[in-house]
């Protein structure tokens, strides 16, 4: 089978009725926890992004809880999987600010785990990347906003 573009996706969503086009996205989120995620943000959370990134910050906490600070190596994949759950929720907002609100936030957690970011390969550059994302995001922000992150990213240099 053969994907159709996006494009051709939207044209065809246009020519369908109301009714349809709820039963192809009730459809749609059966299928896959992702669409369900993605669905849920959408329709209850993007109307007020301050409180989105709240939960998502609640999450990361309770998440860094689990975090195994004797056994580096279950340290670093308990990072990565908070890590991966701070991308998803970045993905579904799409605004730069909730990425940079939340890659600051992350980076700020682990630095205060107290792990040794830069004695352990892994866990520096776990922290490196994140940081490099922080300042290439910041790229496209209004200028005064760039000072504002800028501020809340020079305790974590």
């Given at each position: 089978?053969?994907?159709?573009?996006?494009?051709?996706?939207?044209?065809?969503?246009?020519?369908?009725?109301?009714?349809?086009?709820?039963?192809?996205?009730?459809?749609?989120?059966?299928?896959?926890?992702?669409?369900?995620?993605?669905?849920?943000?959408?329709?209850?959370?993007?109307?007020?992004?301050?409180?989105?990134v709240k939960e998502v910050k609640n999450?990361?906490?309770?998440?860094?809880?689990?975090?195994?600070?004797?056994?580096?190596?279950?340290?670093?994949?308990?990072?990565?999987?908070?890590?991966?759950?701070?991308?998803?929720?970045?993905?579904?907002?799409?605004?730069?600010?909730?990425?940079?609100?939340?890659?600051?936030y992350f980076c700020s957690k682990l630095?205060?785990?107290?792990?040794?970011?830069?004695?352990?390969?892994?866990?520096?550059?776990?922290?490196?990347?994140?940081?490099?994302?922080?300042?290439?995001?910041?790229?496209?922000?209004?200028?005064?906003?760039?000072?504002?992150?800028?501020?809340?990213?020079?305790?974590?240099?």
């Amino acid at each position: 089978m053969k994907t159709v573009s996006l494009k051709e996706l939207k044209s065809e969503l246009n020519t369908l009725q109301s009714q349809q086009v709820i039963e192809l996205c009730v459809k749609l989120a059966k299928y896959k926890k992702e669409n369900k995620e993605l669905l849920t943000y959408l329709l209850f959370e993007s109307y007020d992004e301050q409180l989105y990134v709240k939960e998502v910050k609640n999450q990361v906490d309770e998440l860094f809880g689990d975090v195994n600070k004797n056994n580096l190596y279950l340290a670093k994949k308990t990072l990565r999987k908070i890590l991966r759950t701070v991308n998803k929720y970045i993905k579904y907002s799409g605004s730069k600010q909730t990425e940079l609100d939340l890659l600051i936030y992350f980076c700020s957690k682990l630095r205060r785990t107290e792990l040794p970011l830069h004695t352990n390969t892994a866990l520096g550059n776990i922290y490196a990347r994140q940081i490099q994302r922080i300042k290439k995001a910041m790229t496209n922000l209004h200028e005064d906003l760039q000072y504002d992150y800028l501020e809340e990213l020079k305790p974590l240099l």
